[in-house]
């Protein structure tokens, strides 16, 4: 293929939060558009299932449930194509039990301007394989993938919450949590202060024994239909939505069964709800940071967002497993990992990211690139030293507004160095990423 002067991308269906899936000066390469993508083979007896990548998980679902499989690994939307979960490495409610989706790959055909059409696995252009997978698009163009899906008695969810008052609760509960359920995620009061900063709702989940087995989501309650001019996810709005939604569960821990998708996509059974963040749109922030000191780096991250005056309309606090990742440049690590929403209020909202940037970074962590808008070339590489490999293996004719503004920027930077008097060329080096580890402000 002939590249465009800005380069292709491959695109899913947009769901990322950030700029990983723009290429506003090149040519998208739409996976959802010309021929339908389908499902070209499925074994329920072995739970294997090829596809185009363009197909959306929502479709897997629905193709899969009825033989009792579920996809193993599922972010908190269904509308994520399968080459989008594949680039992306996304993780979700289960990381600690089955890691992330990368893990469930078993093979997938890449076209790559150079090369050609090539077969990826874990034995055959295994470099390639571990350079797509949380690669962001950049390695080539995904064309069909084989994966492995789990089995599960139903759809339904047995879902176990346990209130908790303060932050220091939650850390003593994750572990426990884990170790017993399928799923375990957190939502978090930003807005509590004082005792209660931190308090929340540890929401557990497992498939029900006897349940649902259609696989197919309930249309959405409601829909947004305009955007309003300024966001009502803030001030005491926010406030008295977040009071309501702690006083909802009882003390103590309750059970219930729900549908799947009450479960795994909450914001799905809500029609344009991003136009809730107003005409700006929204920023998140999504880091990972160690288990050692875990409490007291989400603590600061939390109490960072209330000192700027930002509330985040859904927080959400996961514990990471030890389950590695295939791919090369996959975000989850063992640790917690800690998700921010905030409406976009410009120079104000920009300060408070770089410095939750700053925090996750000196905390030895990293920032989610693929929910990413605007992180500094530091930042990214503080979090992900193995970029400079996914340079290497990244196609020619591909670019992305995120690797331009991140990965191009820093090896712009490291030419640059290049021509450093070479007595002076290795002290610079070693200095600008002692430093880069300690502050995202290094390439500002």
């Given at each position: 293929m002939d590249a465009p002067a800005d380069g292709f991308l491959p695109f899913g269906?947009?769901?990322?939060?950030?700029?990983?899936?723009?290429?506003?000066?090149?040519?998208?390469?739409?996976?959802?558009?010309?021929?339908r993508p389908r499902i070209r083979d499925f074994d329920p007896g072995e739970g294997t299932l090829t596809a185009d990548v363009g197909v959306?998980?929502?479709?897997?679902?629905?193709?899969?449930?009825?033989?009792?499989?579920?996809?193993?690994?599922?972010?908190?939307?269904?509308?994520?194509?399968?080459?989008?979960?594949?680039?992306?490495?996304?993780?979700?409610?289960?990381?600690?039990?089955?890691?992330?989706?990368?893990?469930?790959?078993?093979?997938?055909?890449?076209?790559?301007?150079?090369?050609?059409?090539?077969?990826?696995?874990?034995?055959?252009?295994?470099?390639l394989f571990r350079a797509t997978i949380a690669g962001m698009g950049l390695t080539g163009l995904i064309r069909t993938a084989t994966i492995r899906l789990l089995k599960v008695p139903s759809?339904?969810?047995?879902?176990?919450?346990?209130?908790f008052d303060r932050l220091a609760d939650y850390f003593d509960l994750a572990e426990e949590a884990d170790a017993?359920?399928?799923?375990?995620?957190?939502?978090?009061?930003?807005?509590?202060?004082?005792?209660?900063?931190?308090?929340?709702?540890?929401?557990?989940?497992?498939?029900?024994?006897?349940g649902d087995r259609s696989g197919v989501a309930r249309p959405p309650l409601a829909h947004v239909p305009l955007t309003p001019p300024v966001s009502p996810l803030a001030g005491l709005s926010l406030r008295a939505f977040n009071q309501s939604y702690y006083r909802k569960a009882r003390r103590g821990t309750h059970q219930r069964t729900v549908p799947f998708d009450s479960y795994f996509y909450p914001l799905d059974?809500?029609?344009?709800?991003?136009?809730?963040y107003g005409p700006r749109g929204l920023f998140q922030h999504q880091s990972v940071v160690p288990e050692k000191d875990g409490e007291a780096v989400v603590r600061?991250?939390?109490?960072?967002?209330?000192?700027?005056?930002?509330?985040?309309?859904?927080?959400?606090?996961?514990?990471?497993?030890?389950?590695?990742?295939?791919?090369?440049?996959?975000?989850?690590?063992?640790?917690?990992t800690l998700t921010l929403d905030f409406p976009h209020r410009g120079?104000?909202?920009?300060?408070?990211?770089?410095?939750?940037?700053?925090?996750?970074?000196?905390?030895?962590?990293?920032?989610?690139?693929y929910k990413d808008a605007r992180m500094s070339p530091?930042?990214?590489?503080?979090?992900?030293?193995?970029?400079?490999?996914?340079?290497?293996?990244?196609?020619?004719?591909?670019?992305?507004d995120f690797w331009r503004r991140t990965g191009q920027t820093l090896l712009e930077r490291d030419a640059a160095l290049g021509q450093i008097n070479a007595s002076n060329c290795h002290e610079f080096r070693d200095s600008s990423f002692t430093v880069a580890r300690e502050s995202s402000r290094h390439f500002a």
């Open positions: 269906n947009g769901r990322s939060y950030g700029d990983s899936c723009h290429n506003d000066a090149g040519t998208l390469i739409d996976s959802r558009l010309g021929c959306l998980l929502s479709e897997i679902t629905r193709h899969v449930a009825p033989a009792g499989w579920f996809l193993p690994v599922t972010p908190g939307t269904q509308f994520v194509t399968l080459g989008g979960a594949i680039a992306n490495d996304v993780h979700g409610k289960n990381h600690h039990r089955r890691g992330t989706f990368g893990r469930w790959v078993v093979s997938f055909e890449l076209e790559r301007s150079d090369r050609g059409r090539l077969i990826c696995s874990a034995n055959q252009n295994a470099d759809l339904s969810i047995v879902e176990t919450t346990t209130r017993r359920h399928e799923y375990a995620v957190a939502w978090i009061d930003s807005l509590a202060g004082g005792a209660s900063l931190g308090r929340g709702h540890l929401i557990a989940g497992d498939h029900a024994r006897h059974r809500i029609g344009a709800w991003n136009r809730l600061a991250l939390i109490a960072c967002a209330r000192a700027h005056r930002h509330g985040s309309f859904l927080t959400v606090l996961k514990r990471f497993g030890g389950l590695s990742s295939p791919g090369l440049l996959s975000f989850p690590r063992p640790g917690y120079a104000r909202t920009l300060a408070l990211l770089d410095e939750l940037d700053r925090i996750t970074i000196a905390a030895g962590g990293a920032v989610n690139p530091a930042t990214f590489a503080a979090g992900f030293p193995e970029w400079r490999e996914l340079a290497a293996h990244r196609d020619p004719a591909i670019m992305s």
